[in-house]
């Protein structure tokens, strides 16, 4: 099945289409939505795309055109006007950034459904078109919507290459930015334009309730498994671009599955992926790390419960019965602790179910005690 997938892929000028738009956007919007996710405003993509949808109406009624150049700039413009009255409401008040973007967000959505209800009345509205942008219609991509796509996202991408080193200050520490003579807040503004490129430009795939997840998702998935912003934001890319092809595909597999949101399913997937998997921040391995710590602690403890023992002896190897050993710990897995620590050359079984530390386990237990650096110091 896959491999006709893969040949329909290069045969069906629809589904290569679909396809190659999906796979941009989800690149784009991955690269640069890591600005976003790492500068904890991922709340602003769901305002720029929510606030976009009053322009495209608009786009629509002053020029009658459904071009996807044109309605994508009216998207711009509106949802740039949009990030400018939330941050504008944000400087101007008390009140909090994320009240005022859940503000932006409804007002201008709402704003944005009065005006589809009016071009619904249109004489032309049968071939508008415009609901498509509620939540997407990626099937109905085509070469030009693609290459509109390619274009506006690789300004956003070269972007980023070339305002690299202020973006990167505008994401971590603007008050040093600052200080260093960059004007951070047009930096800012502008890293904020390019977000919104990112956005408007999957619209149409996409829509507007769902492409938030887009800006969102495969940056929240690449940052589980990397530390390096350069890497963040290429692995953001793929993860992105991955997700557009996978969705794609599904979608086309399946009769009357829609692509937008198998597209933000797929992106949703790798997340839950990454943060079971990753192996720095995954569920799993930290799972993992704290059995083996609590597995280590209780070794250790075990060491101490024999070194304690092995002080009321004049001889250090004495053995001692490791009923004893269970007495003083009886919360520990004795019997497994010893197995690991006569691995680890710590002790030695001396005697049926009799346990003696070795030299190396003498050493070990006064260092986890510091009796050996105090010692050093006093010799001295």
């Known amino acids: ?73 009216g998207a711009a413009i509106s949802g740039w006007l949009g990030t400018l009255f939330a941050l504008a409401v944000v400087r101007r008040t008390r009140v909090s950034e994320d009240s005022a973007l859940g503000i932006v967000l409804s007002v201008f959505f709402g704003f944005g459904l009065v005006l589809l209800t009016l071009v619904q009345r249109l004489p032309t509205a049968s071939q508008a078109g415009l609901e498509k942008f509620l939540f997407g219609q990626a099937a109905t991509l085509v070469t030009r919507d693609v290459v509109v796509i390619a274009a506006l996202g690789a300004v956003a991408v070269l972007a980023i290459v070339v305002f690299w080193k202020e973006f990167k200050l505008v994401s971590f520490d603007p008050e040093f930015g600052g200080s260093l003579g960059f004007p951070m807040a047009r930096i800012e503004m502008l890293l904020t334009a390019f977000l919104v490129i990112a956005i408007v430009i999957g619209l149409q795939a996409v ?94 403890a075990v060491l101490l419960d024999l070194y304690a023992l092995s002080r009321q002896h004049t001889d250090p190897l004495y053995a001692h019965p490791e009923g004893s ?35 190396d386990g003498t050493l070990h237990a006064e260092e986890l005690l510091g009796l050996r650096a105090s010692r050093s110091l006093a010799e001295a």
């Not at 671009?241 to 979608?251: C, H, K, P, R």
């Not at 597999?253 to 829609?258: D, G, R, V």
């Not at 710990?329 to 079984?349: K, T």
Request: no cysteine; charged share 15%; proline share 4%.
């Open 1 to 73: 099945m896959i491999g006709e997938m893969i040949g329909e892929l290069f045969s069906d000028y629809t589904l290569r289409t679909v396809t190659l738009g999906s796979a941009t956007l989800g690149a784009v919007s991955g690269a640069v939505g890591t600005f976003a996710v790492l500068r904890r405003q991922s709340l602003l993509g769901d305002a720029i795309s929510h606030s976009a949808l009053p322009g495209i109406a608009l786009a629509f009624l002053l020029t009658g055109s459904k071009a996807t150049l044109t309605l994508v700039l």
């Open 207 to 300: 829509g507007v309730v769902l492409m938030s997840a887009m800006v969102v998702a495969p940056a929240a998935a690449a940052r589980q498994w990397t530390d390096n912003l350069r890497n963040v934001v290429v692995l953001a890319a793929v993860m992105g671009g991955l997700a557009g092809v996978t969705g794609t595909l599904i979608s086309a597999s399946t009769t009357k599955l829609p692509t937008g949101p198998t597209i933000v399913l797929s992106a949703t997937a790798l997340v839950v992926l990454s943060l079971a998997f990753a192996p720095n921040r995954g569920l799993l391995w930290a799972a993992l790390r704290r059995r083996r710590n609590r597995r280590r602690i209780r070794a250790e």
């Open 325 to 359: 050993l269970e007495a003083m710990g009886q919360d520990r897995d004795v019997p497994w602790s010893l197995e690991v620590l006569a691995d680890l050359g710590l002790v030695a079984q001396r005697g049926p179910a009799e346990w003696a530390l070795t030299p």
